[in-house]
């Protein structure tokens, strides 16, 4: 299969294709376990298709619409086909050996997403990482890793970044908190060439770059770093993205996405205006 291309989104897809199939499943009132019964597969199996965190077999799904009553050969064949585009593998997969797989599922989201806000508390974000940076922060996370591994570690979040400049580019808004800004990471050179790339990016149009500033004490985000992405699909719903250190959390139900909206909103209105910020940030180039 050729290769998935900047912003296709084989994720979003198999989300999309996952959506419509418990649709129709429900509609026509079969349970999971006679779905899995149909395909040779467990009832967990369903489920896992339809919340589209596995691949499809283009054979599963055509025996699936006829389960579910799907007799039109236009639908069947759209949706068919949407199987196939599910299954194309992204680029980030020849990283499959240092990408952990609930870290795959967010590369593939990111790379759909259309709004992408994030607010981090104790790195700059990996969008907006210079080289250097990027390449300290991910040495120290991974002690003793080979130099290979480093450097391939590295590409992999400098590609990321390539869709912000590309076409059909994200709206990125991020809210840094002042400490990620304050933390030496890597030395004063490599501290400097991370503020110099700050304001750069800061100047994008589709970027929008923020500081919680210490002196306005507790904030709304107390909780840590999370992101929220919007698709432009309008099927898909918004995605939270938390993570820790062994995993991930992704929340889609609407009560926790609200709440992490209105978290993300009063951060925006407390925090430096983006003018401020480019100010800071060459305060603190200054000082470094």
Known sequence: MTPETSGTGSTVRRILLGSQLRRLREARGVSRQDAGYVIRASESKISRLELGRVSFKERDVDDLLTLYGVRDEAERAALLQLAREANTPGWWHR??????????TYVGLEESAALIRTYELQFVPGLLQSEGYARAVIRQGNAGAADHEIEQRVDLRLQRQERLTGPEAPRLWAVLDEGALRRPIGGPEVMRGQFEHLIKMAKLPNVTIQVMPFRFGGHAAEGGAFSILRFPEQDLPDVVYVENLTGAMYLDKRDDVDTYLQVM????????????????????????
């Open 95 to 104: 990283y499959s050996d240092i990408l952990p797989g609930w870290f795959q």
């Open 265 to 288: 909103e009063r951060l925006c209105v407390d925090s430096e205006t983006p003018e401020r910020t480019v100010e800071l940030l060459g305060d603190l180039l200054r000082e470094a």
